[in-house]
């Protein structure tokens, strides 16, 4: 039995790492050229179910490299002011609770030790099946490989399930969300309560206007050296940092229904989607929030 998996995000190579330690042969196909590209993305939140196969499929000590496990729980108000704060008891599970991972950190981690199964620059273009019960997988470069089962782990837009099931539609949601990332530094550190550093906290603003706070938090520094030196042996041996360049940082993001941002806010890039974002609803008479300008909240 040999499978091809199509994409080499996290449901992708989270499977190519379960089939390889169950002695499965198992190639998987990526359209970014390298595991330096596609380092996208913020938090991910891993519910138990998520935290049940990483720790499946990983090898140990991949799976204690890279989560946060929340402290608290906050609920703030759009001005950044603490309504509530619910502490989340100490040394929980680590499976059966939600993990923080950040997106880019985790696909470094789910590439390490892969290098014979990943083969980058492959963009699937199509497949094709034979009477004998193998598919061939075709790429854009021209090349092809022939397995006995093809995965499509190529996401939303996956060109798999585009031949597979060509009636399938993708739903949009109707819900538009602006996220940024801020470096964590002594300055936007004294912004915000020990809760909301250590915890996860959920924004409620006005007209419907939701939005998330979250740090992330690494076990290395600037330099990517371990901050703790207990963790040396642990990042030593984790090549992934050699290419993962994500450091700490604040994570703010909000979202609404589409009818609450401007024409054309999926087309804005940086600053201009800032400049949006502190826009947003306010209460009346109240000047809009800057995620920078808030004074740390007490309880
Ligand atoms: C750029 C990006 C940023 C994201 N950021 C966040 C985030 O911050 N927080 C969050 O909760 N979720 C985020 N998501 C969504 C989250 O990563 C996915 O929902 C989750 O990882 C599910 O994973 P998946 O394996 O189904 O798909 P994905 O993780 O999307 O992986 C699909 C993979 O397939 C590859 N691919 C696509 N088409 C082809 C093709 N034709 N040929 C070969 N390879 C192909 C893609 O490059 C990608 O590596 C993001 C997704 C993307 C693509």
Redesign the pocket.
Known sequence: MHVLI???????MCLAHGLRKAGVSVAA????GSRRD?L??????IDPTGNRALKECLPPDLFDTFARDPRHFNVLTQSLRTTATFELPEGRDEINSERSVS?STLRQVLFTGMDEVVHHG????HYEQHPDGTVTAHFADGTTATGDVLVA???????VRRQYLPHAKIKDAGITAI?TKTAFTPETRALLSDEVLNGLSLIFGTKGMIGMLHVMEFKWDEQGKPKNPADTALLDSWSGLRFDNTRDYINLSIWSADDHFPEGTHHRRGKQLVDIALESPSPPGRPPPSPCSATPSTR
Request: charged residues 25%; proline residues 0%; glycine residues 30%.
């Open positions: 199509i994409g080499g995000g996290t449901g992708g196909y990526e359209r970014y596609g996208y993305g913020y938090r991910v939140g997106r492959k963009e699937f273009t782990a190529d996401g939303t837009r996956s060109a996220a």
